[in-house]
């Protein structure tokens, strides 16, 4: 057998690649499994952007290699939903590249900026991806320790008391995913002053951002942000496009381009169509964002029920697509989760695959309908 890369060793399998194979198993054998683990939107995408790309099918270009950069259409679109709303100018031409959904994203700014050798500041908890990526390019996660009592953001003291000379990235990710924690401008303003000072490149990881969420905001917003920030953003959670595979990373021309130089040798371009879609979802009114949040607000009231039959405590403050509840003193997330999955058939996300801060805590998600979680309920 041909032997595998050593970069491998540095990462297992994705959990949910792992554990959804044994929940498919649990169906097969009749098991009627509740599914509340991922954050697959099972919402339908607008109509308008449905028919955006049948309608865009028989176009000239429409089956064509297309640029690297996306159509300028579709620059245009994220330029403007941005300005609107975030009040954040962004030069369509050099300051916006569109992505293959914002996961690609991570694996591409890694690439473009990190050396075998360089520390990068990853939250804990925070999205797994984010240290998987940086050990797949022989970087160094530095974790950085998230909590309750900070509201799940920075201790920035606790950050100074680092040796920060190795480090070249740091990942942040507000709305936050798992806790629900929204970001602030302040705490925004505090780290570009922390990414100056020690010459760090803040990346905000921002798809959660319109999801139960009445003041969504950007780090690029921030006066001087574009110095030493990146903004990733994605149609995935917002347009119920998830499987579209449509994000943007905006900031800095300079590191646009750096970025565009790895993504140019990694794919051809986004399909046509896709891009024709992903133009109209842009354009949309406010309207589909509070059609959605109604959905979603009447889940989690639900979904809230739910942890209280666990005796679970949650923020009724929190935002995004989860809810995430701390479970009674002294019990484990994984054994109360393989538990409730294997007597009650429900999966539920521990918080420990988020990292070690984590433990303690379990998440649900709100790509549920209303009925199931009700079932939910009932077998608790």
Known sequence: ???????????????????????????????????????????????????????????????????????????????????????????????????????????????????????????????????????????????????????????????????????????????????????????????????????ILIINDNPYSFILNENPISILQIEGAKEVALELNSLSKTFNMAGWRVGMLLGNATYINEVLKVKSNMDSGMFYGIQKGAIEALQLSNDWFSDQNKIYKERRDLIWQLADKLDAVYDKNSTGLFVWAKIPEGKKSEEITDKILYEKDIFITPGTIFGSQGEGYIRFSLCVTSEVIKEAINRL
């Open 1 to 199: 057998m041909i032997k595998a890369a050593k970069r491998l060793d540095t990462v297992q399998e994705y959990y949910f690649s792992k554990k959804l194979r044994e929940v498919r198993s649990l169906m097969a054998d009749g098991k009627p499994i509740i599914n509340m683990g991922i954050g697959s939107p099972d919402l339908q995408p607008p109509a308008k952007v449905i028919e955006a790309i049948q309608g865009s099918l028989g176009d000239a270009s429409a089956h064509k290699y297309q640029s690297y950069q996306g159509l300028p259409e579709l620059r245009n679109a994220i330029a403007t939903f941005y300005k609107n709303k975030f009040s954040v100018d962004a030069n369509p031409e050099n300051e916006i590249l569109p992505l293959m959904g914002s996961k690609e994203g991570i694996m591409h700014v890694s690439m473009a900026f990190l050396n075998e050798g360089d520390q990068v500041l990853i939250p804990n908890p925070g999205y797994p991806t984010y240290t998987s990526v940086t050990k797949l390019v022989g970087a160094e996660p530095l974790f950085y320790n998230l909590s309750d009592e900070t509201n799940w953001q920075p201790n920035f003291d606790a950050l100074e008391s680092q040796d920060l000379s190795k480090v070249k990235l740091m990942w942040v990710n507000y709305p936050h995913m798992p806790t629900g924690t929204n970001g602030t401008l302040e705490m925004f303003k505090k780290l570009i002053s922390f990414g100056k000072k020690h010459n």
